[in-house]
């Protein structure tokens, strides 16, 4: 028998299904705003797995991921407990910003302060609610304004339940990345929580695909939790590539940034993968790309700085075989229904 969950104010008891709306700070207008928050308690026994989305509030993508698994018709047999949180930072989804209102970055700031900042905290709160009542985590991210990333899990690989977990999400790009100073990776792993994060996708759009490989793989971690029934697969299961590294490549000088690569693709060493160009002169400069390997990130706005992140490169041992999976991944039709129980 699973056992109840107090978040709040409320406790959730072996089978119940509720919404909590955890108070933050009030809107300068004085009207009250809160941190929504949905918790789904199975009858039996098992992890406790928190999923949060829009730490950054202009990333939507986890935002939609979320919503669609919380309809996911295996939660009726849910073991263990979901803890969903699809808007982290409240504040910054209202002004479609990736920061709050004092300008701090949320994901920077964990594991809080109760007397510190706004961000710092609603960082607290959110450890003290959400990671103290988990035994697990994933986080939800996509790139930044006018910057596309491809489906990529980012995570601690050196531990091996982490590694795990990554395995078993399913994207065919896993990163073994390094946990930065303040962020809520860094503040789970020294809580004792397992987590991954994952990316795809822009910010302020919303993409099928993305979407949807996310929230395949929210589930395919929950069913390597058993806290879902396993599910007999249609097709072959995406094998996973770690990357060995990886690379931004930056504008070396100002212009108009012309590219046709696309996310996914592969990239040979001193390949042209762009041309920076004057307006009003005859002369550009040529992107080349620095080592073989897959394009993980990219800008989408034509008009660039001198040093700004044009292409991000992620380098593998075996580029061709995470080329032909992405190619695999990147065919998946478009929802046909928002009920679709397909994966």
């Not at 709040?8 to 509720?18: F, H, I, L, Q, S």
């Not at 690989?157 to 065919?172: I, M």
């Not at 789970?188 to 759009?205: K, Q, T, V």
């Not at 990130?297 to 080329?323: D, K, M, N, Q, S």
Request: aromatic share 4%; no cysteine.
């Amino acid at each position: 028998m699973n056992s109840s969950i107090q978040i709040g104010n409320m406790a959730v008891a072996p089978g119940e299904r509720r919404i909590i709306n955890l108070p933050v700070a009030r809107l300068y207008t004085h009207a009250d705003l809160s941190m929504p928050v949905e918790v789904v308690n199975g009858r039996r026994d098992g992890p406790r797995l928190f999923v949060s989305a829009a730490i950054h509030g202009d990333e939507l993508n986890g935002v939609e991921i979320i919503r669609r698994l919380l309809r996911h018709a295996s939660l009726k047999r849910l073991h263990g407990s979901l803890i969903a949180v699809p808007v982290v930072n409240v504040h910054g989804l209202l002004h479609r910003s990736r920061y709050l209102p004092d300008r701090r970055d949320l994901n920077r700031v964990f594991p809080g302060n109760e007397r510190g900042s706004l961000a710092a905290r609603i960082a607290h709160l959110f450890m003290r609610e959400i990671v103290a009542n988990a035994t697990h985590g994933i986080d939800l991210h996509t790139g930044a304004v006018h910057r596309d990333n491809l489906p990529q899990v980012r995570a601690n690989l050196n531990d091996q339940e982490t590694r795990s977990l990554a395995e078993a999400f399913g994207t065919p790009v896993l990163i073994n990345a390094d946990l930065r100073d303040g962020s809520l990776r860094e503040a789970a792993a020294e809580a004792g929580i397992p987590m991954l994060l994952y990316e795809a996708g822009e910010a302020l759009r919303f993409d099928e695909v993305a979407i949807r490989v996310g929230l395949r793989g929210v589930l395919n971690v929950m069913r390597s939790l058993d806290m879902l029934p396993k599910v007999k697969r249609k097709e072959p299961r995406v094998m996973p590539v770690i990357s060995q590294g990886t690379t931004w490549i930056r504008a070396a000088e100002s212009g108009i940034l012309w590219s046709r690569l696309r996310l996914g693709a592969r990239v040979s060493k001193g390949d042209v993968i762009g041309r920076i160009a004057a307006p009003l002169m005859n002369t550009e400069h040529v992107v080349e790309a620095p080592a073989d390997g897959i394009l993980i990130g990219r800008t989408h706005l034509p008009l660039v700085y001198e040093g700004e992140a044009l292409f991000h490169i992620a380098r593998f041992h075996r580029v061709a075989v995470v080329a032909e999976q992405l190619e695999a991944q990147q065919q998946l039709e478009p929802e046909p229904h928002f009920d679709d129980e397909a994966y």
